[in-house]
Nanobody, 119 residues
Framework: QVQLVESGGGLVQPGGSLRLSCAAS????????MSWYRQAPGEERELVAT????????NYADAVKGRFTISRDNAKNTVYLQMNSLKPEDTAVYYC????????????WGQGTQVTVSS
């Protein structure tokens, strides 16, 4: 049974930090490209960051460059998103997504974790 379980969300003040985790099970994590997306109320889901299967390449949305860092631990089947210097506009539900590196039609989503940045 495939599962992606996000954790680490919560309420944080502007300028604060959070570390999100996404624990994967039920598939071969090390051959999947992993991404974090977010969706704010009334907005479309947007890509935040992506990391290749080996972790050798990472990409970020312009809105989070220099503040967020994506990483993965293939031994733990987990992908992380370190979020620093958080802003109110980062408030959203954050989702992780797994996409097979060779067969991109094979993809899985987590259920999401809420991040709220507010004073």
């Amino acid at each position: 049974q495939v599962q992606l379980v996000e954790s680490g969300g919560g309420l944080v003040q502007p300028g604060g930090s959070l570390r999100l985790s996404c624990a994967a099970s039920g598939f071969t994590f090390s051959v999947y490209v992993m991404s974090w997306y977010r969706q704010a109320p009334g907005e479309e889901r947007e890509l935040v960051a992506t990391i290749t299967s080996t972790g050798g390449s990472k990409n970020y949305a312009d809105a989070v460059k220099g503040r967020f860092t994506i990483s993965r631990d293939n031994a733990k089947n987990t992908v992380y998103l370190q979020m620093n210097s958080l802003k109110p506009e980062d408030t959203a539900v954050y989702y992780c997504k797994a996409v097979h590196q060779i067969l991109p039609t094979i993809a899985y989503w987590g259920q999401g974790t809420q991040v709220t940045v507010s004073s």
